[in-house]
């Protein structure tokens, strides 16, 4: 079980970003946060995250012991969220928005059954190159 809860929210966003900064970022939303995600549906529990927005595009490396997930989509300029995230044969969503230090939104993972509410708080910016 605690395998298909571990999966579950790191497919529903795998949200959380992590890195240091001495300069203003190359797009507003660039740089790490730690997203917290809650399960208002579902047998997925709660649990936090953290990933890296770089250029508008989401990366998620992970937490040792989770299972590998792979995570699609990008954070517009306005702040708008669509992502899409597969681990293994679950498939999930997640959508919302960042301002440039927050964001919320919602996620869900249909084959576990899960849904919820997500909410992030920006830790650091990228340094210009």
Known sequence: MNFIKSTALGLSL???????????PKHKHDGTWQVQLVTDSGICGTNT??????????????????APAVI???IGSNGAINLAIRSS??????????STQSGSGVWKVDSYGCSGRWSAQKRSSFAQS
């Open 49 to 66: 995250y953290a990933i890296t927005v770089e250029q508008g595009n989401v990366r998620y490396q992970g937490s040792p012991g989770t």
């Open 72 to 74: 699609n989509g990008q």
């Open 14 to 24: 795998g949200l959380i970003i992590g890195g240091a900064a001495v300069a203003a």
């Open 89 to 98: 044969a679950a498939q999930g969503q997640a959508s919302g928005s960042l």
